[in-house]
């Protein structure tokens, strides 16, 4: 088969899937409607999500060539990847699980260090801490300058998949976000007067409250795959064949089979879960293995869609992207500053993929990490969007600086 039938006969099953999936979709609302749950029903961002992780798990049940290459693109993905996400939100949420302390009255005594507190907290991986610079900021708690700290500072989630696969390289990225973020805010300050566009807003930010959804009856089933996929990955990590001992068969193989079903799992319960991708990684009313969970679900989904974009596009056009790469290459770390521009942490941590597969440099995902702002976005753009503005536009500055000062000394 050519590759112009490959993209007709691809084209027409996905077509026929969305129509199929559409009118079960359909059906399945209309029944939880019947059974009162219509906040659920209503929420066309679930939908959106199911019909994502539907053409998602589609591809893994292909025949053939294509379907073979993406099984074990998840496989790859998972074990090597995101099992170590998981491990690493385990230590991180567990520590902020047990931190509580009264965030008003620890601002009101080291004003002096508003800033540098504010780069401390959003280089720190995740995007709750940035969040919560965020949120001080609109009640007037926090000047401008700390804002474009926070914002500069922070690279998101993607910080955990950085962490879990390059540790000194999430390292440095961390050092780098934090000094970056620190001297950024004091200039802005500076400049603007720590009061610019602050307009004292008694507002308190709230995430919706579901202390339980319905892909928590996974959580035990996804512990279960996540407990071997985390020994097999830190085997695979140094480089021992475990095909010697764990392929028993040509329709055995139980590497094969912990990672496709933990990428597929994950894929699962994150498309089916009502909560936002801005609430799996935020939100503190659920336990914590529910947080777990359901952030590392997000993360899991981003990096198979990194990983799923390199193996399609090498499918169906046979390019070398890296030597693609490679032609257009100084332009790579205003292309990864761009896309830091995007809200939310889904983007980022494909920029992340690429960089940990060796597709762009790391000037290009430091540029990256310093221009994007994660989930923090969201709450500033609703409800100070001219200040959100203005200070993501402000990150773009060092990030420049920064990507491009590495490309030439160190690249």
């Keep these: 088969m050519n590759i112009s039938n490959k993209n007709i006969a691809i084209a027409t099953y996905f077509s026929y899937m969305f129509i199929l999936y559409k009118n079960i979709m359909n059906a399945l609302f209309k029944a939880i409607k019947k059974r009162k ?3 659920l029903a209503n929420d066309g961002r ?12 589609s591809c893994a ?17 998972y074990l090597q990847v995101s099992v170590f996400v998981g491990f690493t939100l385990f230590i991180f949420i567990g520590l902020d ?15 002096k260090y508003h800033v540098l507190i504010a780069s401390f907290l959003g280089a720190l991986p995740g995007c709750g801490g940035a969040i919560i610079v965020v949120t001080q900021y609109i009640q007037g708690r926090l000047g401008f300058g700390s804002l474009v700290a926070v914002l500069t500072a922070t690279m998101g989630d993607a910080a955990f998949l950085i962490l879990a696969v390059e540790p000194s390289t999430g390292l440095l990225i961390f050092l780098i976000g934090l000094c970056v973020g620190t001297i950024s805010g004091y200039i802005i300050d500076y400049i603007h007067g720590s009061s610019f566009l602050n307009k004292k807003n008694e507002f308190k930010f709230d995430n919706e409250k579901l202390n339980k959804v319905f892909v928590s009856k996974f959580n035990y089933l996804w512990l279960l795959i996540f407990s071997p996929g985390f020994i097999f990955g830190i ?21 094969t089979i912990i ?52 193996e399609i596009f090498m499918f169906f056009t046979l390019i070398d992207l890296k030597i693609f790469f490679d032609i257009w290459l100084p332009f790579l770390p205003l292309v ?12 980022q941590v494909v920029v992340a993929t690429f960089y940990l597969n060796g597709f762009i440099p790391l000037s290009a995902e430091l540029g990256n990490a310093i221009s994007n702002d994660g989930d923090a976005l969201f709450p500033a753009i609703a409800l100070t969007p001219k200040a959100a503005i203005i200070a993501t536009l402000y990150s773009a500055i060092p990030a420049l600086i920064v990507a491009y000062s590495y490309m030439y000394i160190f690249e």
Excluded: H
Aim: charged share 15%; net charge neutral.
């Design 37 to 39: 749950y219509i906040a």
């Design 235 to 255: 085997l695979i990590a140094f480089q021992i064949n475990l095909e010697k001992y764990l392929v028993l068969s040509d329709q055995i193989n139980l590497i």
């Design 61 to 77: 049940f292909q025949s053939g060539d294509f379907g073979e290459i993406i099984r074990e693109s998840m496989t790859e993905a």
């Design 97 to 111: 699980s047990l931190t509580n302390f009264n965030i008003k009255k620890f601002l009101s005594k080291t004003q």
């Design 46 to 57: 679930l939908i959106k999500k199911s019909i994502f992780g539907l053409i998602l798990l």
């Design 336 to 347: 990864a500053i761009l896309f830091g521009f995007l809200p939310g942490c889904g983007p």
């Design 259 to 310: 990672g496709s079903s933990g990428a597929i799992l994950s894929i699962f319960m994150w498309s089916l879960n009502p909560l936002s991708d801005f609430q799996c990684s935020t939100d503190k009313s659920r336990g914590f293995i529910s947080r777990v969970v359901d952030t590392t679900n997000f993360v899991t989904t981003w990096v198979i869609c990194g990983f799923l974009i390199f």
